[in-house]
Protein backbone atom coordinates (compact mmCIF):
# COMPACT_ATOMS: atom_id res chain seq x y z
CA UNK A 1 0.00 0.00 0.00
CA UNK A 2 1.16 3.45 -0.94
CA UNK A 3 1.12 6.73 0.80
CA UNK A 4 -2.15 8.76 -0.60
CA UNK A 5 -1.17 12.17 -2.16
CA UNK A 6 -3.42 15.34 -0.89
CA UNK A 7 -6.91 15.46 -2.15
CA UNK A 8 -7.89 17.53 -4.60
CA UNK A 9 -9.88 20.20 -4.19
CA UNK A 10 -13.48 18.78 -4.24
CA UNK A 11 -15.52 22.74 -4.29
CA UNK A 12 -13.69 22.39 -8.30
CA UNK A 13 -15.06 18.97 -9.14
CA UNK A 14 -18.56 18.61 -7.87
CA UNK A 15 -21.46 20.82 -7.06
CA UNK A 16 -21.58 19.29 -3.50
CA UNK A 17 -19.17 17.68 -0.95
CA UNK A 18 -20.91 14.29 1.27
CA UNK A 19 -19.41 13.30 3.96
CA UNK A 20 -20.14 11.00 7.49
CA UNK A 21 -19.33 9.42 10.26
CA UNK A 22 -19.18 5.61 10.87
CA UNK A 23 -19.56 3.96 14.28
CA UNK A 24 -21.84 2.58 17.23
CA UNK A 25 -23.68 4.46 19.48
CA UNK A 26 -22.53 8.17 17.69
CA UNK A 27 -25.81 10.17 17.58
CA UNK A 28 -24.61 12.66 19.71
CA UNK A 29 -21.45 13.05 18.06
CA UNK A 30 -20.40 16.74 17.28
CA UNK A 31 -18.70 16.03 13.80
CA UNK A 32 -21.29 17.00 11.81
CA UNK A 33 -21.74 20.27 13.11
CA UNK A 34 -17.68 20.95 13.26
CA UNK A 35 -17.38 19.79 9.46
CA UNK A 36 -20.58 21.94 8.52
CA UNK A 37 -20.24 24.92 10.34
CA UNK A 38 -16.54 25.26 9.19
CA UNK A 39 -17.69 24.23 5.15
CA UNK A 40 -20.94 27.29 5.39
CA UNK A 41 -17.84 29.88 6.98
CA UNK A 42 -15.99 29.11 3.83
CA UNK A 43 -18.98 28.74 1.25
CA UNK A 44 -18.40 25.20 0.59
CA UNK A 45 -21.57 23.09 0.20
CA UNK A 46 -20.84 20.27 2.30
CA UNK A 47 -23.37 17.85 3.75
CA UNK A 48 -21.95 15.57 6.50
CA UNK A 49 -24.18 12.17 8.13
CA UNK A 50 -24.08 10.42 10.94
CA UNK A 51 -24.20 6.64 9.91
CA UNK A 52 -24.24 4.72 13.21
CA UNK A 53 -24.43 0.85 13.29
CA UNK A 54 -26.81 0.62 16.09
CA UNK A 55 -29.25 2.21 14.18
CA UNK A 56 -28.68 1.62 10.70
CA UNK A 57 -28.16 -2.05 11.58
CA UNK A 58 -24.55 -3.03 10.44
CA UNK A 59 -21.13 -4.82 11.90
CA UNK A 60 -17.81 -5.07 11.15
CA UNK A 61 -18.59 -7.97 8.28
CA UNK A 62 -20.64 -5.39 6.82
CA UNK A 63 -17.81 -2.59 6.14
CA UNK A 64 -16.95 -3.62 2.41
CA UNK A 65 -20.44 -3.85 1.34
CA UNK A 66 -21.13 -0.65 3.36
CA UNK A 67 -18.49 1.36 2.05
CA UNK A 68 -19.34 0.10 -1.76
CA UNK A 69 -23.00 1.58 -1.11
CA UNK A 70 -21.69 5.34 0.28
CA UNK A 71 -19.56 5.73 -2.90
CA UNK A 72 -21.74 4.67 -5.19
CA UNK A 73 -24.39 7.28 -3.48
CA UNK A 74 -21.89 9.75 -4.06
CA UNK A 75 -20.04 10.22 -0.71
CA UNK A 76 -16.62 11.93 -0.91
CA UNK A 77 -14.96 10.13 2.32
CA UNK A 78 -16.41 9.34 6.20
CA UNK A 79 -14.82 9.38 9.20
CA UNK A 80 -14.28 5.91 11.34
CA UNK A 81 -15.21 5.77 15.33
CA UNK A 82 -15.66 3.26 17.37
CA UNK A 83 -15.12 0.32 17.61
CA UNK A 84 -14.67 -0.13 13.14
CA UNK A 85 -11.27 1.75 13.24
CA UNK A 86 -9.12 -1.22 12.93
CA UNK A 87 -11.59 -3.37 10.81
CA UNK A 88 -11.44 -1.23 8.06
CA UNK A 89 -7.78 -1.29 7.02
CA UNK A 90 -7.85 -4.09 5.01
CA UNK A 91 -10.84 -2.76 3.27
CA UNK A 92 -8.58 0.21 2.32
CA UNK A 93 -6.52 0.37 -1.43
CA UNK A 94 -4.17 3.13 -0.05
CA UNK A 95 -3.16 3.65 3.48
CA UNK A 96 -1.13 7.10 4.43
CA UNK A 97 1.97 6.17 6.51
CA UNK A 98 0.57 6.91 10.03
CA UNK A 99 -2.57 4.79 9.37
CA UNK A 100 -0.32 1.50 8.53
CA UNK A 101 1.76 2.38 11.29
CA UNK A 102 -1.12 2.59 13.66
CA UNK A 103 -3.11 -0.23 11.88
CA UNK A 104 -6.41 2.58 12.43
CA UNK A 105 -7.94 4.76 10.48
CA UNK A 106 -10.28 7.28 10.97
CA UNK A 107 -10.92 8.74 7.68
CA UNK A 108 -11.55 7.36 4.52
CA UNK A 109 -11.47 9.05 0.90
CA UNK A 110 -13.49 7.59 -1.51
CA UNK A 111 -11.23 8.93 -5.00
CA UNK A 112 -12.10 7.38 -8.45
CA UNK A 113 -13.25 4.13 -7.36
CA UNK A 114 -10.68 3.75 -4.52
CA UNK A 115 -10.48 3.61 -0.60
CA UNK A 116 -7.70 5.49 0.54
CA UNK A 117 -7.25 5.50 4.78
CA UNK A 118 -5.93 8.25 6.88
CA UNK A 119 -5.66 8.77 10.54
CA UNK A 120 -5.90 12.12 11.85
CA UNK A 121 -6.14 11.31 15.39
CA UNK A 122 -2.62 11.53 16.09
CA UNK A 123 -1.84 14.26 14.32
CA UNK A 124 -4.83 16.53 15.75
CA UNK A 125 -3.40 15.47 19.00
CA UNK A 126 -0.19 16.22 18.21
CA UNK A 127 -0.94 19.84 16.71
CA UNK A 128 -3.42 20.28 20.02
CA UNK A 129 -0.33 19.84 22.13
CA UNK A 130 2.30 22.15 20.08
CA UNK A 131 0.18 25.07 20.06
CA UNK A 132 -0.76 24.77 23.97
CA UNK A 133 2.34 23.17 25.66
CA UNK A 134 4.94 22.72 23.04
CA UNK A 135 7.52 24.74 24.33
CA UNK A 136 7.56 22.60 27.78
CA UNK A 137 9.74 19.29 28.65
CA UNK A 138 8.18 16.54 27.19
CA UNK A 139 11.00 13.88 26.76
CA UNK A 140 9.74 11.84 29.78
CA UNK A 141 5.81 11.02 29.44
CA UNK A 142 3.02 9.05 31.71
CA UNK A 143 0.75 8.00 29.60
CA UNK A 144 -2.50 6.53 31.47
CA UNK A 145 -4.55 4.30 29.31
CA UNK A 146 -3.79 2.00 26.53
CA UNK A 147 -7.21 2.23 24.83
CA UNK A 148 -7.47 3.51 20.98
CA UNK A 149 -7.14 6.67 21.83
CA UNK A 150 -3.65 6.18 23.61
CA UNK A 151 -2.18 4.29 20.36
CA UNK A 152 -2.79 7.49 18.42
CA UNK A 153 -1.62 10.16 21.40
CA UNK A 154 1.31 7.62 22.56
CA UNK A 155 2.49 7.59 18.69
CA UNK A 156 2.40 11.62 18.59
CA UNK A 157 4.60 12.09 21.31
CA UNK A 158 6.95 9.56 20.08
CA UNK A 159 6.85 11.53 17.09
CA UNK A 160 7.68 14.66 19.05
CA UNK A 161 10.97 12.90 20.31
CA UNK A 162 9.72 11.44 23.69
CA UNK A 163 12.82 9.50 24.69
CA UNK A 164 10.88 7.51 27.46
CA UNK A 165 6.80 6.68 27.43
CA UNK A 166 5.62 4.99 30.16
CA UNK A 167 2.10 3.27 29.78
CA UNK A 168 0.06 2.30 32.55
CA UNK A 169 -3.31 0.70 32.41
CA UNK A 170 -5.25 -1.98 35.16
CA UNK A 171 -5.69 -3.92 31.92
CA UNK A 172 -1.82 -5.38 32.23
CA UNK A 173 -1.63 -6.83 28.83
CA UNK A 174 -3.54 -3.83 26.91
CA UNK A 175 -0.77 -2.06 28.29
CA UNK A 176 2.09 -4.53 27.19
CA UNK A 177 0.62 -5.17 23.98
CA UNK A 178 0.46 -1.19 23.37
CA UNK A 179 4.11 -0.73 24.15
CA UNK A 180 5.74 -3.31 22.34
CA UNK A 181 4.09 -2.57 19.09
CA UNK A 182 4.97 1.55 20.04
CA UNK A 183 8.76 0.15 21.11
CA UNK A 184 8.95 -1.49 17.61
CA UNK A 185 8.16 1.61 15.65
CA UNK A 186 10.19 3.65 17.82
CA UNK A 187 12.87 1.55 18.86
CA UNK A 188 15.36 4.92 19.95
CA UNK A 189 12.73 5.27 22.37
CA UNK A 190 12.43 3.71 25.85
CA UNK A 191 8.35 2.16 25.77
CA UNK A 192 6.85 0.13 28.68
CA UNK A 193 4.54 -0.99 30.58
CA UNK A 194 4.42 0.53 34.25
CA UNK A 195 2.87 -1.42 37.06
CA UNK A 196 0.91 1.16 38.43
CA UNK A 197 0.31 4.94 38.11
CA UNK A 198 2.96 5.89 40.67
CA UNK A 199 6.08 3.83 38.34
CA UNK A 200 4.41 5.65 35.16
CA UNK A 201 4.42 9.20 36.55
CA UNK A 202 7.13 9.33 38.78
CA UNK A 203 10.16 11.70 37.03
CA UNK A 204 7.33 12.69 34.21
CA UNK A 205 7.75 15.99 32.80
CA UNK A 206 3.72 15.05 31.98
CA UNK A 207 1.06 12.95 31.76
CA UNK A 208 -1.40 12.52 29.29
CA UNK A 209 -4.68 10.85 30.25
CA UNK A 210 -6.15 8.56 28.09
CA UNK A 211 -8.82 6.24 29.58
CA UNK A 212 -11.97 6.79 29.95
CA UNK A 213 -12.84 7.73 33.83
CA UNK A 214 -13.73 11.62 34.06
CA UNK A 215 -16.18 11.26 30.40
CA UNK A 216 -19.54 12.35 31.97
CA UNK A 217 -20.60 8.39 32.23
CA UNK A 218 -17.38 7.38 34.05
CA UNK A 219 -16.96 10.46 36.44
CA UNK A 220 -13.68 10.02 38.66
CA UNK A 221 -10.30 10.54 39.34
CA UNK A 222 -7.88 8.13 36.97
CA UNK A 223 -5.56 8.25 39.40
CA UNK A 224 -4.56 10.29 42.98
CA UNK A 225 -3.52 13.84 41.85
CA UNK A 226 -1.28 14.03 45.03
CA UNK A 227 1.02 12.02 42.42
CA UNK A 228 1.34 15.24 40.26
CA UNK A 229 4.11 18.04 41.05
CA UNK A 230 3.63 21.43 39.95
CA UNK A 231 6.49 21.31 37.11
CA UNK A 232 4.29 18.63 34.99
CA UNK A 233 2.02 19.47 32.28
CA UNK A 234 -1.05 17.46 32.19
CA UNK A 235 -2.88 16.73 29.15
CA UNK A 236 -6.34 14.43 29.02
CA UNK A 237 -8.27 13.67 26.08
CA UNK A 238 -11.49 13.88 27.18
CA UNK A 239 -14.03 17.21 25.90
CA UNK A 240 -16.98 16.05 27.41
CA UNK A 241 -16.68 17.67 29.87
CA UNK A 242 -14.05 19.84 29.09
CA UNK A 243 -13.44 20.48 32.76
CA UNK A 244 -12.59 16.37 33.78
CA UNK A 245 -12.24 16.60 37.86
CA UNK A 246 -8.00 15.86 36.73
CA UNK A 247 -7.58 19.25 35.04
CA UNK A 248 -9.12 20.82 37.84
CA UNK A 249 -7.06 19.17 40.43
CA UNK A 250 -4.08 19.80 38.40
CA UNK A 251 -4.42 23.59 37.59
CA UNK A 252 -5.15 23.54 41.40
CA UNK A 253 -1.82 22.12 42.21
CA UNK A 254 0.07 24.48 39.11
CA UNK A 255 0.11 22.11 36.63
CA UNK A 256 0.00 23.24 32.61
CA UNK A 257 -3.32 21.44 31.20
CA UNK A 258 -4.57 20.95 28.07
CA UNK A 259 -7.74 19.45 27.68
CA UNK A 260 -9.34 17.03 24.80
CA UNK A 261 -11.02 19.86 23.01
CA UNK A 262 -8.18 20.98 20.59
CA UNK A 263 -7.73 16.93 19.94
CA UNK A 264 -11.17 16.66 18.44
CA UNK A 265 -11.33 20.04 17.05
CA UNK A 266 -7.79 19.49 14.70
CA UNK A 267 -8.26 15.90 13.49
CA UNK A 268 -11.90 17.31 12.54
CA UNK A 269 -9.71 20.21 11.02
CA UNK A 270 -7.39 17.59 9.19
CA UNK A 271 -10.09 15.32 7.89
CA UNK A 272 -11.84 18.68 6.98
CA UNK A 273 -9.03 19.75 4.74
CA UNK A 274 -8.36 15.09 3.02
CA UNK A 275 -12.65 15.72 2.47
CA UNK A 276 -13.36 18.85 0.32
CA UNK A 277 -9.08 20.11 -0.13
CA UNK A 278 -9.50 23.59 1.49
CA UNK A 279 -7.37 24.13 4.64
CA UNK A 280 -10.15 24.97 7.69
CA UNK A 281 -9.63 28.24 10.14
CA UNK A 282 -8.61 26.19 12.81
CA UNK A 283 -9.11 29.07 14.63
CA UNK A 284 -12.62 29.63 14.01
CA UNK A 285 -13.35 26.17 14.36
CA UNK A 286 -11.64 26.46 18.27
CA UNK A 287 -13.98 28.97 18.65
CA UNK A 288 -17.41 27.06 17.65
CA UNK A 289 -16.56 24.19 19.45
CA UNK A 290 -15.45 26.00 23.03
CA UNK A 291 -19.15 28.22 22.79
CA UNK A 292 -20.93 24.83 21.72
CA UNK A 293 -19.19 23.02 24.62
CA UNK A 294 -20.72 25.87 27.06
CA UNK A 295 -24.53 25.14 25.83
CA UNK A 296 -24.05 21.30 26.39
Avoid at 104 to 111: E, I, W
Avoid at 234 to 261: H, M, Q, W
Avoid at 265 to 285: C, I, K, S
Wanted: aromatic share 6%; hydrophobic share 45%.
Amino acid sequence: MTTPAAAPSRSSIRQSILCGLIGSGIGGSRSPAMHQTEAKALGLPLVYRILDSDVIGFDASDLGDFLKTMAALGFDGTNVTHPFKQAVVPLMDELSEAAAKLGAVNTVLLRDGKRIGDNTDWSGYRASFLASLGVLARANVAMIGAGGAASAVGYAHLDLGAERLAIFDPATKRAEALAKRLAALFPEAEVTAASSAVEAIAGADGVVQCSPVGMLSHPGLPFDPALLTRDMWVSDVIYFPLETELLKAAREIGCATLNGGGMAVMQAAHAFARFTGREPDVERMLADFAAASKTI
